[in-house]
Each structure stands twice: as C-alpha cells, then as structure tokens.
C-alpha cells in the first residue's frame, strides 16, 4: 500500500447492514437496521481503513422511487450510524435495471473501482463484506478479498455458489462476526484462504 492510499471494507447495504425487501426498500420507514449492525459498524469504525457503502439500487431504474428517495434513506442511514459511534466514508450505488448492461452494477466492479479512485483506495488492500454472489464476483474482479455474510441472501447464495465463486471467502455469520474477522485479520496479517461450502464461523481459525 503506499503512503497515501487507504484500505477500505466496501459493505454491500441490504442484506449486510439493514433487513433485506423482497419488494426492495422504499423509505425510511421500511429500513431495518439487523441486529449487531450498529455495534459492528462502530467497531469497524476504529479500525485504520475507509468505510464505504457500494450498493445496487434498481430500484430507481424501475421507477418505484426516486433517486432522491434513495438518498434520503442513505442520509439517515449514515446519521443513525455516526450516532451510534460508527461512520461512513461514502456511499456508491447504482440506479440502473439489470437488462440495461451498465458498467456500474454488482457483478460488475464499477462501484468499487469509482470508489477507490475517488477516495485513493488501493483495492488489493481492501475487503468486500456482502450478501450475494454478485458482492463476491465484483470483489474478486475488483481484486478485493471477500466476506461472505449468511444474512440477507448469504445462506443461499452459499448453497448454490459454484466452488469456483466460493473459494477463498471467508464465510461469517453476519456484519458483527466479518468485522471481527477483519480486525484479527490485519492484526495478524493473515487470512484463511479457502472457507469450505457451508462451514460454521465457529471453524474459521482467526474468527
């Protein structure tokens, strides 16, 4: 890492820090922090890294809210977090519909990519926390390490996951338990390297 580029944890939203909607969230009232979510966000905080938010939110390309509903919700999300001791450094998200192929929307690692180079992030420093197997290929493709969570669609993702997709992930019960793998991680410097398909945290040798 150089002398001014940061690591950053990049956290997928729904599914990660808040309840995730088959009908997608639609306002502040319909976000949910999950349990722990608060408190792993604030412990997250004082570690030495940036902490953004990469998120798809077609939701606005299919015209069932606006952008600014969108950034409403993140705004309270954010003032909710820096209440409770935790931070955001920033929040990147994608409007667009799947079919409209763009470059920005998870699988694809626009977001991460326009994060870092935003906030000079060097990307083989940093670690993706999400939900889906899309959170993974983007991390992979971005060159970040992954953290798969077993909240939102992890325990499902993770039963269908090709092995490929899946290998060198850490596998951690929710936010909570991926911020304290992290933190043991770049304490020690080290990183299991292959989690095997439906491993318990409890067998993860650095949770």
């Not at 069932?64 to 950034?71: F, K, L, S, Y």
């Not at 954010?78 to 001791?85: E, N, P, R, S």
């Not at 933190?183 to 067998?203: F, I, K, N, T, Y």
Request: aromatic residues 4%.
């Amino acid at each position: 890492m150089t002398a001014a580029a940061s690591r950053a944890v990049f956290l997928d939203r729904d599914g990660v820090i808040n309840r995730n909607r088959d009908d997608y969230v639609k306002s502040w009232e319909e976000f949910e922090f999950l349990p722990g979510a608060l408190e792993a966000l604030q412990r997250l905080a004082g570690l030495d890294c940036r902490v953004v938010v990469v998120s798809n939110q077609s939701v606005i390309g299919r015209g069932i809210v606006t952008r600014a509903t969108v950034e409403d919700i993140h705004r309270r999300m954010t003032d909710a977090i820096v209440q409770a001791g935790g931070r955001i450094d920033g929040i990147w998200y994608c409007p667009h519909r799947p079919e409209e192929k763009c470059g920005c929307r998870k699988p694809g690692d626009g977001l991460l990519r326009d994060a870092a180079q935003a906030l000079d992030i060097e990307l083989a420093s940093s670690i993706m926390i999400g939900d889906a197997q899309s959170d993974i290929i983007a991390a992979k493709a971005a060159g970040c390490r992954a953290v798969l969570v077993k909240t939102g669609r992890g325990v499902e993702h993770a039963a269908r996951m090709p092995s490929s997709v899946l290998e060198g992930v850490y596998v951690a019960g929710d936010l909570a338990e991926a911020v304290a793998c992290i933190a043991r991680l770049w304490q020690e410097s080290s990183m299991p390297h292959e989690v095997s398909r439906g491993a318990d945290h409890e067998s993860c040798p650095i949770g």
